[in-house]
C-alpha cells in the first residue's frame, strides 16, 4: 500500500537524487585565469557558457539509481524485492560517491585549480539515509507479516 512511511522515504529519496541530477555538484577555480567553472554529473560548465563532455559514470550512476529507486517505489507488495532493490541502490549511491572523488581528485591534480564541493553533492548521502530508513521500514513491515502468519 502507498501510504506507508517508507513509500515517502523512497519518494524523498527520488526526489533527491533528481535535484542531484539537474545541479553543480563542484566548482573548480582555475588560478591562471580566475575562471570558475561548475562540475555537473555529465559535463563542466565555465561561466563563458562553454560547454564539453567530461564524464558519463556519475550521470550513469545517478540516473540508475534514480531510477531503480522510482521503481522500487511501485514494488510495494514485493517486500523482499523491494529490500534488495533498495540495497543495491545504497551500494549504487557509494559508489557515485567513490568515483565522485576520484574524478575530482583527477581534475584538481591535472589542472592549476581549487575544488569545492557545491552543496547538492550532499543530496545523494542525505538520500542514503532516506534509503537506509525505507529499508529498515520495509523489513519491520516483512517482520510483521511474518509473525502474523505463524499466528494462524
Given at each position: 500500500m502507498l501510504q506507508r512511511i517508507q513509500t515517502l522515504y523512497l519518494?524523498?529519496?527520488?526526489?533527491?537524487?533528481?535535484?542531484?541530477?539537474?545541479?553543480?555538484?563542484?566548482?573548480?577555480?582555475?588560478?591562471?585565469?580566475?575562471?570558475?567553472?561548475?562540475?555537473?554529473?555529465?559535463?563542466?560548465?565555465?561561466?563563458?557558457?562553454?560547454?564539453?563532455?567530461?564524464?558519463?559514470?556519475?550521470?550513469?550512476?545517478m540516473v540508475i539509481t534514480t531510477g531503480l529507486v522510482f521503481i522500487d517505489i511501485w514494488l510495494f507488495k514485493r517486500r523482499a524485492l523491494q529490500m534488495r532493490l533498495a540495497t543495491f541502490c545504497m551500494t549504487l549511491l557509494v559508489a557515485w560517491y567513490i568515483a565522485y572523488g576520484v574524478i575530482c581528485y583527477m581534475l584538481s591534480s591535472g589542472m592549476p585549480a581549487t575544488w569545492r564541493p557545491h552543496w547538492t553533492a550532499a543530496l545523494p548521502f542525505a538520500a542514503l539515509i532516506l534509503l537506509y530508513l525505507a529499508f529498515r521500514g520495509i523489513l519491520k513491515d516483512e517482520m510483521l507479516v511474518r509473525s502474523l502468519d505463524r499466528l494462524r
Open positions: 519518494l524523498a529519496a527520488f526526489a533527491l537524487c533528481i535535484g542531484c541530477l539537474c545541479s553543480p555538484v563542484a566548482h573548480f577555480m582555475v588560478s591562471e585565469s580566475m575562471e570558475k567553472v561548475d562540475m555537473y554529473n555529465l559535463w563542466l560548465v565555465s561561466e563563458g557558457q562553454h560547454m564539453f563532455y567530461f564524464c558519463p559514470v556519475l550521470m550513469g550512476l
